[in-house]
C-alpha cells in the first residue's frame, strides 16, 4: 500500500507553495533546512527557497520558546500521539504526469512539515505508515529502491535529528530489511535514543497483526522459560510487549489517513482501539499545515468517552 | 411497554408489505448491479441521546435500547434481503460496565426482554445467532436465555446474526492468545510440535477468535457521527470500509444503508486492486 517517502539529496529545499509563512507566526526549526529532506531535481520546477536556521552552533538544541498556535486551536487539547498513513503518492504523481518516484519525493516535503509542526506544537509522538509488510509484493526493483532510498535519508538526516532533538525509532519485521540497512536503524536509534522534544516512530514492514503475533511468541517464550505464567497473561503484558513499547504513549489520540481511502489496513492494530479517525480526501502530497490543522481542529472538539459515558 | 413492541412490530410491519418492500426491491436491484458486501458490521451509538430526545427532561425509560433493539431487526432484514450473509452488531462492550449501575442494569433488562422476541424474528427468516463475548460478568438468567437462543438457531446456516456483548477487540485478542499460548506450551511439555522460535501463527490466534464464525467486516458501520472504532473488530477491521453517519443508532434507515453500500462499492475497486496485487 504505501511507500517509504524519502528524498533524493539535492541542492536546495522545497518549500510547500501553499503553506507560506503567515505574517507574525514564529516559526523555530531545530535543523538546517537545507539539510533535511532537501532533495527534488529542478525539472519539476517546484517552487524552490534556500533556507537558514536561527542556531548558533551545530550542537544547540532546539529552542523551546512557544510557538503561537493557528487560530482555534488549543495547546492543551493537543493530541500527545498522531499516526499518519501516508497514502496516494503514487496518485499525485500521476495525476501530474510525473513518475511515482517524484510522488515520493512531494511526500517526503509533507511528512518533513509534519514534523516540524508536531515539534512546534507540542505532539510528542508522530507515528508513520511508510512500509507495509503487504509492500513486500511489489516489484523487487521497487522494494530495493525504496529501501535504498530509506537508507540514504536516514543517513544523510542522522545529524539533523540530532540536533533538532529529534528521537527515531523503526518498528516492523527486520528480518526482511538488507543488513546495512539494519545496521543504520540501529545506529541512528542508538544516537537519537535520548532526544527529547519529539519521537518519529517509522513502522517499516509493519502489520499490526504481525505486532501482535510477536508479542504472542514472546510471551509465549517466557512463559515457557517460566518468567510467566499463563495467569499473567493480560492487557498490560500484550502491551509490553508489542513494538510500540518503545514509547511513553504507544496508542495513538489522532489517526490520519490521506486520500480518501476509509480503512485502517492492519496499521496499529492493537493501539487503535480508541483513537479517534480522521480522513481526508488529500493526496499525502497536498496534506500540509492547513489539512493538518484542520485534522487537530475536528480532534480537539470530539468528546472521547473509552466506553464509557459522559454525565 | 406493550406500547413499543407494537411500535416495534409496525416497523417490522413496514419493512416486510406493501408499497415500499417493492420500492425497496427495485433500489435493492440497483444496488446488486454492483458488488454485495458480504458481511456488515454496525457500532450502534446514539441510544442513549435518542431517549433524551423522546423523554426531554426526564430520567431515562429504557435508554433508548428498546428502540435500537427495532432499528437492528430492520437493518438485519434490510441485509438479509440484500443477499448480506452476515451481520455483527455491537451490543454491549466490557467498557460499558464503567458506567452507571442503573444504565447498566437497563441496558440488561432490555436485552433479556429481546430474546423471545429475536428468537421468532431469527426464526422467521432463518438466521443464526450467534454471542460473541465474555459472557461470564452476566447473570445467569441471562446465559442460559444466550444459549438457549444460541440452539434455536443453531440449525440455520444461510445467514448469521453475530452479538457482541461483553466484547472488546482487546479481549478477543487476549483471550486467542491466552488459548494459542496454553496450547503451544502444552505441546512443549508434551514434545508435540517443538519447531523452534516460530510456534505461534497468525491461524493460531485467528481460529480462537470469538468472530471466527464469520469472515471479515467489508462494511463497518458507526452511527451518531463518532470516528473511532471503539475497542470494536480491531483485528477483523484492517480492510474494512469504515463508514461513519450522524443519525442516531434507533433512527437508522434503508436509505443510511444503501449510501453506505454505495459509499462501499465506490472504493471496491481499490480494495480489489491491492487483492490482485497480493496474488501476484
Known amino acids: ?311 | 411497554m406493550a406500547k413499543e413492541v407494537m411500535s416495534g412490530w409496525t416497523r417490522v410491519g413496514n419493512v416486510s408489505r406493501g408499497v415500499s418492500s417493492v420500492i425497496r426491491e427495485c433500489i435493492f436491484g440497483v444496488l446488486r448491479v454492483g458488488p454485495i458486501p458480504n458481511h456488515i458490521a454496525f457500532i450502534m451509538d446514539g441510544n442513549r441521546r435518542y431517549d433524551k430526545k423522546q423523554n426531554p427532561g426526564g430520567a431515562a425509560v429504557s435508554g433508548g435500547h428498546d428502540a435500537a433493539f427495532w432499528a437492528l431487526v430492520a437493518m438485519v432484514m434490510y441485509c438479509y434481503e440484500l443477499g448480506v450473509k452476515y451481520v455483527t452488531a455491537y451490543a454491549f462492550s466490557i467498557d460499558n460496565f464503567k458506567r452507571k449501575s442503573e444504565d447498566v442494569q437497563i441496558l440488561m433488562d432490555s436485552m433479556l426482554r429481546k430474546f423471545d422476541l429475536l428468537e421468532k424474528v431469527a426464526i422467521h427468516f432463518a438466521i443464526r445467532v450467534h454471542f460473541a463475548g465474555n459472557l461470564g460478568p452476566f447473570n445467569n438468567e441471562f446465559r442460559v436465555s444466550a444459549m438457549k437462543l444460541m440452539e434455536a438457531t443453531a440449525g440455520y446456516s444461510n445467514s448469521l446474526l453475530t452479538i457482541c456483548v461483553a466484547y472488546t477487540s482487546r479481549d478477543e485478542i487476549l483471550h486467542a492468545i491466552e488459548e494459542s499460548c496454553e496450547q503451544k506450551c502444552i505441546d512443549h511439555v508434551r514434545e508435540i510440535n517443538s519447531d523452534g522460535d516460530h510456534i505461534i501463527k497468525l491461524m493460531d490466534l485467528e481460529k480462537n477468535m470469538y468472530m471466527a464464525v464469520a469472515p471479515d467486516p467489508d462494511i463497518i458501520i458507526r452511527t451518531e457521527g463518532e470516528n473511532r472504532l471503539s475497542n470494536f473488530l480491531l483485528w477483523q477491521s484492517c480492510g474494512s470500509h469504515l463508514c461513519s453517519m450522524s443519525v442516531l443508532w434507533p433512527e437508522i434507515e434503508l436509505w443510511n444503508l444503501v449510501l453506505a453500500i454505495l459509499n462501499f462499492q465506490k472504493h471496491k475497486p481499490y480494495l480489489e486492486r491491492k487483492k490482485k496485487e497480493k496474488q501476484v
Not at chain 1, 523551546?64 to 486551536?73: H, I, N, Q, R, W
Request: net charge neutral; charged share 25%; with cysteine.
Open chain 1, 1 to 311: 500500500m504505501l511507500s517509504l517517502r524519502v528524498a533524493i539529496p539535492a541542492a536546495n529545499t522545497l518549500i510547500p507553495t501553499k503553506t507560506k509563512p503567515k505574517p507574525g507566526l514564529v516559526v523555530q526549526t531545530g535543523w538546517n533546512q537545507t539539510d533535511l529532506f532537501s532533495s527534488l531535481p529542478k525539472r519539476y520546477d517546484y517552487k524552490l527557497q534556500a533556507a537558514t536556521t536561527g542556531l548558533t552552533d551545530g550542537r544547540a538544541s532546539v529552542e523551546d520558546k512557544e510557538v503561537e498556535l493557528p487560530a482555534g486551536l488549543s495547546r492543551e487539547l493537543m493530541p500527545k500521539h498522531v499516526a499518519v498513513i501516508m497514502d496516494g503518492n503514487g496518485r499525485w504523481a500521476r495525476q501530474r504526469g510525473l513518475p511515482t518516484s517524484a510522488g515520493h519525493e512531494a511526500g517526503v516535503k509533507s511528512l518533513r512539515e509534519m514534523v516540524e509542526l508536531c515539534c512546534q506544537w507540542g505532539i510528542q509522538v508522530l507515528t508513520v505508515f511508510a512500509f507495509s509488510s503487504e509492500n513486500w509484493i511489489r516489484p523487487k526493483v521497487e522494494v530495493n529502491f525504496l529501501l535504498s532510498l530509506f537508507e540514504r535519508a536516514l543517513e544523510s538526516e542522522m545529524e539533523s535529528f540530532q540536533r533538532s532533538g529529534i528521537r527515531i525509532s523503526v518498528i516492523g519485521d527486520s528480518s526482511k530489511l538488507p543488513a546495512s540497512l539494519l545496521s543504520l536503524i540501529n545506529k541512528v536509534e542508538e544516537t537519537t535514543k535520548n532526544n527529547t522534544r519529539l519521537q518519529l516512530i517509522v513502522a517499516v514492514s509493519y502489520s499490526g497483526k504481525y505486532d501482535v503475533v510477536q508479542a504472542c511468541r514472546s510471551i509465549v517464550e517466557r512463559a515457557k522459560d517460566g518468567q510467566i505464567q499463563l495467569a499473567d497473561i493480560d492487557e498490560g503484558l500484550i502491551e509490553q510487549e508489542l513494538e510500540t513499547n518503545c514509547t511513553e504513549y504507544p496508542y495513538p489520540d489522532l489517526l490520519i489517513r490521506t486520500s480518501g481511502e476509509l480503512r485502517v489496513s492492519n496499521f496499529l492494530l492493537w493501539q487503535l482501539a480508541y483513537t479517534e479517525l480522521f480522513f481526508t480526501q488529500e493526496l499525502w502530497p497536498d496534506f500540509g499545515k492547513e489539512e493538518f490543522v484542520e485534522a487537530l481542529s475536528s480532534y480537539q472538539q470530539r468528546q472521547r468517552r473509552f466506553g464509557g459515558r459522559h454525565s
